[in-house]
């Protein structure tokens, strides 16, 4: 248990040095959040993301150096999460109707496996290749 951030930048600013912190602290959550808020509307995966990065900073009881600690420590290993994992990538950074893209571009692929193949059967059985 700590003084929480508004404890510790009242202690470290004086009265009105910790309105004016606490406020500016305020403002980079509401950025972050809108920022995750308008790629969720694309993603909803991303209603996964806030809560397990910005678990402690919504938390008043902790201090600031708790706070920016698991903030970064969740982003680092978010970030890992979307190396390792192409699919879960996919599905947060495809923007909208990117999916639908990417399944026309697998039933190409798949008519051309089959082009392919139809040839090549051909080839095996003696006729000629058709072009």
């Not at 959550?29 to 209603?47: E, H, Q």
């Not at 970030?79 to 999916?99: D, I, S």
Request: hydrophobic share 50%.
């Amino acid at each position: 248990m700590n003084l929480g951030y508004a404890g510790e930048m009242y202690a470290n600013f004086g009265h009105v040095g910790g309105i004016i912190a606490c406020g500016v602290y305020a403002l980079v959550l509401a950025l972050v959040f809108r920022w995750i808020c308008a790629r969720a509307f694309t993603a909803p995966l991303w209603w996964c993301v806030m809560p397990y990065v910005g678990f402690s900073a919504l938390k008043a009881e902790d201090g600031v150096a708790e706070i920016l600690n698991w903030t970064v420590k969740a982003t680092v290993v978010m970030a890992a999460v979307c190396y390792a994992f192409p699919a879960f990538r996919r599905a947060l950074f495809l923007p909208e109707g990117g999916n639908q893209k990417m399944e026309m571009g697998k039933q190409k692929a798949e008519s051309r496996k089959r082009r392919v193949g139809r040839r090549r059967a051909g080839r095996v059985m003696g006729a000629p290749a058709k072009p």
